[in-house]
């Protein structure tokens, strides 16, 4: 059975950081673009971060640029989320997904596999 699960999501002061981290199991993921995605009350799922199968490529929101940063594991069935300089607005159930296929497909929300997700809040 094919599993992303997320981790070390939780409650952090405005400006403080947490890491993220989607475990897939289930099937070999290093040749799936992995990435990240959040979905705040209210709001509609948004992209938030990808990383190709070698890591190579990399693409942000603008809303996150500078702030986030996105890795893979050696064994390339880990993908991290390095979140600094958290923002209330910041706050949203944080999703993993992987796709086996073009980057660009995965950041339009096209995905073969989703995780349950993982909350984050982040207190001004």
């Known amino acids: 059975q094919v599993q992303l699960v997320e981790s070390g999501g939780g409650l952090v002061q405005a400006g403080g950081s947490l890491r993220l981290s989607c475990a897939a199991s289930g099937r070999t993921f290093s040749n799936y673009a992995m990435g990240w995605f959040r979905q705040a009350p209210g709001k509609e799922r948004e992209f938030v971060a990808n990383?190709?199968?070698?890591?190579?490529?990399?693409y942000y929101a603008d809303s996150v640029k500078g702030r986030f940063t996105i890795s893979r594991g050696n064994a390339k069935n880990t993908v991290y989320l390095q979140m600094n300089s958290l923002k209330p607005e910041d706050t949203a159930v944080y999703f993993c997904a992987a796709h086996l296929g073009l980057i660009s497909r995965l950041r339009d929300g096209v995905a073969d596999y989703w995780g349950q997700g993982t909350q984050v809040t982040v207190s001004s």
């Open positions: 990383i190709t199968w070698s890591g190579d490529t990399k």
